[in-house]
C-alpha cells in the first residue's frame, strides 16, 4: 500500500490537469444524482430543497460529536465531515469563513479525499451546523476536538475569516499545528469594529437582514468572479442553510458584539510553515494585505489563482486542491507500508 503526506491521484497532476477535473467532476456528479441521499435529521428541512448534488452528497456525511469544552462545564455537539479513513499520513482539517459552513468544501473535500488525505471539515463553534460560542470558546472547542478525534499534529485549513480562526489557534496551540493554508485570508480587521457596540435591538435586527435571501444573493454575486443566475441562487441557498437554525441569531449577535477576531498582533508569531492563496479578482479582500501577510509571516510562500474570487476552494477547488497537495508534498517522502 501507497502512504504519502499527499499521495497524489491523476487529477491532481500533469498538464491536462483542468480538463482531467472537468471530466472528474462531471463523473461525480452523475454518480450522486443517480444515487439516493440520506440526510441527518439535525439538518434543515430546508436542504430538500437544494440541487446541487456535491452540496447533497456532503450533507449526507454531515454528523455531530461530543465535544467537552474546559473553558465551562459544557459539551457541545460539534458538526463536521469526518474523513473516510485514518491514514498514517499528516491530517488536513478545513475550517470555513465567518457565517458559513463547511458546505464550503463540498467541491473541494471530495478532491483531497481522492488525493489521498485524511481529511476533516469542521464547523467552526458557533457557526455552521454547530452550537453557540464566542472567540474564546471557539478556540477552546478547536483544541478539544482536535485532541479527541484528530489527535496528532495537522494541516489546518482557514479561508477567509477561517484565516484568523487558524492564526489565533496556531498561535496558541503550536502543537496541534503542522503547518498553514491560508485561503483570501481576513486579519488585518480590528474585530468586527464599531458592531461590537451596537445596542442588542439593532444588533439583532442587522442580523435578520443578513439571514435575508435578497442579501446573500448579493453578497455570493460579489464574492464570486462570475456566476450565472442559477448558480447564484443556489449558492446563496446553500450559504445560509444553517442561519435557518434558532440559535443562529444569538450565536452572531454574540460574535458582533464580543468584538471578534483581532489578530493581527499574532501573524508575525506564526513559526508554521504557510501557504497563502489567493483569488485574483477578489472584491473583498485586497490583494495587498496578500502580499503584506506574506512578508509577515517568517516562512510563507503565496500563490494566486487566476480569474477567481474570494472563495476559490469554491469557484476553482481543483486548482486549491493541486496547490494544497503540492505544498504538503513538497516536504513529504513517500513511504511503503506493508
Given amino acids: 500500500m ?7 491521484s491523476p487529477p ?14 462531471n463523473s461525480k456528479r452523475q454518480s450522486f444524482i443517480t444515487s439516493a441521499t440520506n440526510f441527518p435529521a439535525f439538518l434543515p428541512k ?8 456535491f452540496a447533497r452528497k456532503l450533507a449526507s456525511r454531515i454528523e ?63 457557526w455552521g451546523f454547530s452550537d453557540l460560542g464566542n472567540v474564546d470558546s471557539k478556540r477552546d472547542h478547536l483544541y478539544q476536538f482536535w485532541r479527541s478525534y484528530v489527535k496528532r499534529p495537522m494541516i489546518l485549513v482557514g479561508p477567509s ?13 503550536p502543537e496541534a499545528v503542522d503547518k498553514l493554508i491560508l485561503i483570501d485570508a481576513s486579519v488585518y480587521a480590528e474585530g468586527t469594529g464599531n458592531l461590537a457596540t451596537l ?3 439593532m444588533a439583532y435586527a442587522g442580523v435578520y437582514l443578513l439571514k435575508s435571501l435578497p442579501l446573500r444573493l448579493y453578497a455570493t454575486s460579489l464574492t464570486f468572479n462570475t456566476l450565472t443566475w442559477d448558480t447564484c441562487y443556489e449558492w446563496a441557498k446553500i450559504g445560509r442553510l444553517h442561519c435557518l437554525f434558532p440559535w443562529w441569531a444569538d450565536a452572531t449577535v454574540d460574535f458582533m458584539t464580543s468584538g ?8 508575525r508569531e506564526v513559526k508554521q510553515k504557510t501557504l497563502i492563496i489567493w483569488g485574483e479578482n477578489d472584491q473583498i479582500i485586497d490583494y495587498k494585505l496578500a502580499v503584506r501577510l506574506h512578508s509577515e509571516i517568517p516562512n510563507a510562500m503565496i500563490r494566486q489563482i487566476p480569474e477567481c474570487g474570494h472563495i476559490p476552494h469554491i469557484e476553482k477547488p481543483a486548482a486549491v486542491s493541486k496547490l494544497i497537495a503540492e505544498f504538503v508534498r513538497a516536504d513529504s517522502k513517500v513511504c511503503m507500508v506493508a
Fill in 260 to 267: 471578534g477576531y483581532n489578530v493581527s498582533a499574532q501573524i
Fill in 64 to 126: 455531530r460529536l461530543p465535544v467537552d469544552l474546559s473553558l465551562s462545564t459544557a459539551r457541545v455537539m460539534s458538526s463536521c465531515i469526518k474523513p473516510k479513513a485514518q491514514l498514517h499520513t499528516t491530517p488536513l482539517v478545513l475550517l470555513h469563513g465567518f457565517d458559513s459552513s463547511c458546505f464550503e468544501w463540498r467541491y473541494g473535500l471530495p478532491l483531497l479525499e481522492d488525493a489521498g488525505f485524511e481529511t476533516w471539515a469542521v464547523d467552526v463553534l458557533g
Fill in 199 to 201: 445596542p442588542k435591538v
Fill in 46 to 53: 430546508e436542504i430538500n430543497n437544494i440541487t446541487d448534488p
Fill in 161 to 173: 475569516l477561517g484565516a484568523a480562526v487558524a492564526i489565533d489557534f496556531a498561535v496558541n496551540h
Fill in 12 to 25: 491532481l497532476v500533469g498538464p491536462k490537469f483542468a480538463a482531467e477535473f472537468r471530466l472528474h467532476y
Fill in 2 to 8: 501507497l502512504l504519502a503526506g499527499a499521495a497524489l
